[in-house]
T-cell receptor, first 114, second 112 residues
Framework: GQQVMQIPQYQHVQEGEDFTTYCNSS?????IQWYKQRPGGHPVFLIQ?????EVKKQKRLTFQFGEAKKNSSLHITATQTTDVGTYFC??????????????FGRGTQLTVWP | DAMVIQNPRYQVTQFGKPVTLSCSQT?????MYWYQQKSSQAPKLLFH???????NEADTPDNFQSRRPNTSFCFLDIRSPGLGDAAMYLC???????????FGPGTRLLVL
């Protein structure tokens, strides 16, 4: 079964509006990573969160890791057309036979209307 | 300064005709991964190599095989491609398991 759930699957926003995508795991994560894939491109690493409750910012992007290390979010403030793409979270499980491997969420496809 | 290179970028094959996709890296990373990605879906891990150790995912069909002759190169062999195997195939590398993955540009496979 899918280890990391991500919602929403699609999000359409007007340029200037905010955007948030959420990831949730039933299992405690060792860390969570976020990737962006532009249309026709390949996933590109954005950031990694490791600590409980961690918050990191990259300009208009804010990444959060939940206190229980089971959920994470990516928030984009005042979206721009350059933000278009699919955002994937990828969680590393804390335990289990496949310790260490990343489990990708389904991704949130962001469309920004000018 | 490409770090993960995949060839070819586009591959057309016939139903049942074996095909090989290649990946090379200049990062000297220990781990190399092969993912299958279909339209509007997350990358699906097929298998990965940690150095020379091959790790297959439980739900990867036997039709898919891989070879890693050295640190830099890794190949994906599809023995008898079916129409359902048409997809983007992504190669990625990481220094260690669970660390940041660097993806290649992908090979888009079309099966006729």
């Amino acid at each position: 079964g899918q280890q990391v759930m991500q919602i929403p699957q699609y999000q359409h926003v007007q340029e200037g509006e905010d955007f948030t995508t959420y990831c949730n795991s039933s299992t405690t994560l060792s860390n969570i990573q976020w990737y962006k894939q532009r249309p026709g491109g390949h996933p590109v690493f954005l950031i990694q969160l490791v600590k409980s409750g961690e918050v990191k910012k990259q300009k208009r992007l804010t990444f959060q890791f939940g206190e229980a290390k089971k959920n994470s979010s990516l928030h984009i403030t005042a979206t721009q057309t350059t933000d278009v793409g699919t955002y994937f979270c990828a969680g590393r499980l804390n335990r289990g036979s496949t310790l260490g491997r990343l489990y990708f969420g389904r991704g949130t496809q962001l469309t920004v209307w000018p | 300064d490409a770090m993960v290179i995949q060839n070819p970028r586009y591959q057309v094959t016939q139903f049942g005709k074996p095909v090989t996709l290649s990946c090379s890296q200049t990062l000297n990373h220990n781990v190399m991964y092969w993912y299958q990605q279909k339209s509007s879906q997350a990358p699906k891990l097929l298998f990965h190599y940690y150095d020379k150790d091959f790790n297959n995912e439980a739900d990867t069909p036997d039709n898919f095989q891989s070879r890693r002759p050295n640190t830099s190169f890794c190949f994906l062999d599809i023995r008898s491609p079916g129409l359902g195997d048409a997809a983007m195939y992504l190669c990625a590398t990481s220094r260690d398991i669970g660390e940041t993955q660097y993806f290649g540009p992908g090979t888009r496979l079309l099966v006729l």
